[in-house]
C-alpha cells in the first residue's frame, strides 16, 4: 500500500496525510529504539501513539458529522467502466458454496445481540423492504477509486425493525469469507457505531449497477459505509450482532483489519 497515491481529483485525502503524519512519528520513534530503548516497549507507545491519535480524528470528525452530511452522490455517466473487486473474490466454505449453487434462495440473514426481536430474513425478504439507490465513490486504502451504483435496504430500516436494546453502541458485522487464520479468526468482521449504522446511505447492498450483486464484489450481501474507506464496507455479510462493546471480539480492534493494525475509524 502505498498512502501517498493521489485519488483522480488530484487530491490527496485526509486519512493519506494523517497516514503520512502518523508514518513519520513512528520512524522517530524506531530511531529512539536504535538509541537503545527496549524494542517491544517502543512497540507498544507507537501502538498507544497511533490509537491516541486515531481516538482524536474519531472524536473531531464526530463532533463535524453530527447532523450526518450525505457522501457525494453521482450520475450515471460518471461510473466507472471497471470497478475491481479487492479482497476475497470468492469464499472458500462449503455452506457459501452451497448457497450459491441454490441461487442464495436458503441464505438467511441474522440479526441478533442487543436487539428486542432477533430476525432471520431471507433475500426475498430484505428486497421486498423499501430500498434506496446511490451511486457514489468507494474509495481504497490502497489509493484507487471508483464509482458504483448501489442497491440495498438501509441499515436503518433492519435495526428499527429488530429492535435496539438499552445499552446498545456498536453493529458487527460478520462474514462468510475467510482472509486466514485456524477456524473464526481469519473470519472477516467489521463494525461501526450507531451514527454511521442510521446514516441514510449506509446500506446492506444487494445490487449493483442495477444487476444482482456479482460474488467477487460480496454477494449476496456486502455493507456500503460510504463516508469510510473501502475496507470498512464488508462483504459476504450473513450475520450483524448489535453490541455494547467489540473489545471482546478476535483481536478487539473492531475489525479483521484493524485488528491488523489498521484505523477503526476509517473516515474519509
Known amino acids: 500500500m502505498n498512502p501517498n497515491v493521489k485519488f483522480r481529483n488530484g487530491r490527496t485525502t485526509p486519512f493519506q496525510a494523517r497516514r503520512r503524519w502518523l508514518a513519520t512519528l513512528a520512524a522517530g520513534a524506531g530511531t529512539m529504539a ?16 497511533l490509537r491516541s491519535a486515531e481516538k482524536l480524528t474519531y472524536a473531531s470528525q464526530r463532533l463535524i458529522l453530527a447532523h450526518q452530511p450525505l457522501a457525494k452522490e453521482y450520475g450515471e455517466r460518471d461510473l466507472s467502466p471497471v470497478f475491481r473487486p479487492n479482497g476475497s473474490m470468492m469464499p472458500a466454505s462449503p455452506e457459501y458454496a452451497r448457497l450459491l449453487q441454490g441461487g442464495f434462495a436458503d441464505f438467511r440473514l441474522q440479526v441478533h ?68 487464520g485456524d477456524g473464526d479468526a481469519g473470519l472477516y468482521y467489521e463494525s461501526i457505531d450507531l451514527l454511521d449504522a442510521y446514516h441514510p446511505q449506509t446500506l446492506l447492498a444487494y445490487g449493483m449497477n442495477g444487476r444482482d450483486l456479482p460474488v467477487a464484489h460480496g454477494a449476496p450481501l456486502r455493507l456500503r459505509v460510504e463516508r469510510q474507506l473501502g475496507y470498512k464496507q464488508a462483504k459476504y455479510v450473513t450475520r450483524i450482532e448489535v453490541a455494547d462493546s467489540f473489545s471482546q471480539l478476535n483481536g478487539g480492534h473492531g475489525g479483521f483489519w484493524e485488528d491488523r493494525g489498521y484505523e477503526w475509524y476509517a473516515g474519509i
Not at 536504535?34 to 501513539?49: E, F, K, W
Not at 451504483?149 to 456498536?170: E, F, I, M, N, T
Request: proline share 5%.
Open 113 to 180: 445481540g442487543l436487539v428486542q426481536r432477533p430476525q432471520s430474513l431471507s433475500l426475498a425478504q430484505l428486497k421486498a423492504m423499501r430500498p434506496r439507490t446511490q451511486i457514489t465513490r468507494h474509495d481504497c486504502v490502497e489509493g484507487w477509486s471508483a464509482i458504483g451504483k448501489w442497491q440495498g435496504v438501509p441499515l436503518s430500516q433492519l435495526l428499527d425493525l429488530a429492535g435496539l436494546k438499552p445499552g446498545a453502541r456498536y453493529v458487527i458485522f460478520h462474514c462468510a469469507d475467510n482472509l486466514g
Open 34 to 49: 536504535l538509541a537503545g530503548c527496549d524494542r517491544a516497549v517502543n512497540n507498544a507507545r507507537i501502538d498507544a501513539t
